[in-house]
T-cell receptor, first 117, second 115 residues
Framework: GAVVSQHPSRVICKSGTSVKIECRSLDFQATTMFWYRQFPKKSLMLMATSNEGSKATYEQGVEKDKFLINHASLTLSTLTVTSAHPEDSSFYIC?????????????FGPGTRLLVL | AQSVTQPDIHITVSEGASLELRCNYSYGATPYLFWYVQSPGQGLQLLLKYFSGDTLVQGIKGFEAEFKRSQSSFNLRKPSVHWSDAAEYFCAVGGGSSNTGKLIFGQGTTLQVKP
């Protein structure tokens, strides 16, 4: 099956620093990847759609200068949380659409737990 | 408005008993429907999906779901639950003519399995 990885799995950083999270499709190509945020006991909130070779599309209310997304290749998208603050602490999950499968199905990464002190 | 509703926030069943998790959706176009499962601290694993054709779809781990257009439902079922099925279950809808790939998720149902 299609596998998506994320790195790191968890990260602790100081307030004001930036953190980069990588999302990779390991055995398929993905022109589109998605970034979600999940709060405890809550559903997933779509933050942005990451398109290979073009600018990301952000959902309403998501600060694009705060959450920088780069999708430089068909297998890698990165999310950088800039000047992180404690309220940015959350579980971040990416997903990727499998081109070969008609791009109808999203496969999810294992998530990254971010804690900002 | 497009939405997904999972009416049951929390369900407890005994091991070996049957299970049905409800999912209702509101979507303007032909929906693509998905069920995902999430274990604590983990990402989402795809259980099954429906795009078209046979309205009863089989998934992994012995799960199945039935698409009922007249009821706008896509309920997930399993005839005999195992303790390892305890997790969070999410129903999601996407697709349509534009097929942006965006998914709309339900609120999730927490499944607890009693020994």
């Amino acid at each position: 099956g299609a596998v998506v990885s994320q790195h790191p799995s968890r990260v602790i950083c100081k307030s004001g620093t930036s953190v980069k999270i990588e999302c990779r499709s390991l055995d398929f190509q993905a022109t589109t990847m998605f970034w979600y945020r999940q709060f405890p006991k809550k559903s997933l909130m779509l933050m942005a759609t990451s398109n290979e070779g073009s600018k990301a599309t952000y959902e309403q209310g998501v600060e694009k200068d705060k959450f920088l997304i780069n999708h430089a290749s068909l297998t890698l998208s990165t999310l950088t949380v800039t000047s992180a603050h404690p309220e940015d602490s959350s579980f971040y999950i990416c997903s990727a659409r499998d081109l070969a499968g008609g791009a109808k199905t999203q496969y999810f990464g294992p998530g990254t737990r971010l804690l900002v002190l | 408005a497009q939405s997904v509703t999972q009416p049951d926030i929390h369900i407890t069943v005994s091991e070996g008993a049957s299970l049905e998790l409800r999912c209702n959706y509101s979507y303007g176009a032909t929906p693509y429907l998905f069920w995902y499962v999430q274990s604590p601290g983990q990402g989402l694993q795809l259980l099954l999906k429906y795009f078209s054709g046979d309205t009863l779809v089989q998934g992994i781990k012995g799960f199945e779901a039935e698409f009922k257009r007249s009821q706008s439902s896509f309920n997930l079922r399993k005839p005999s639950v195992h303790w390892s099925d305890a997790a969070e279950y999410f129903c999601a809808v996407g697709g349509g003519s534009s097929n942006t790939g965006k998914l709309i998720f339900g609120q999730g149902t927490t499944l607890q399995v009693k020994p």
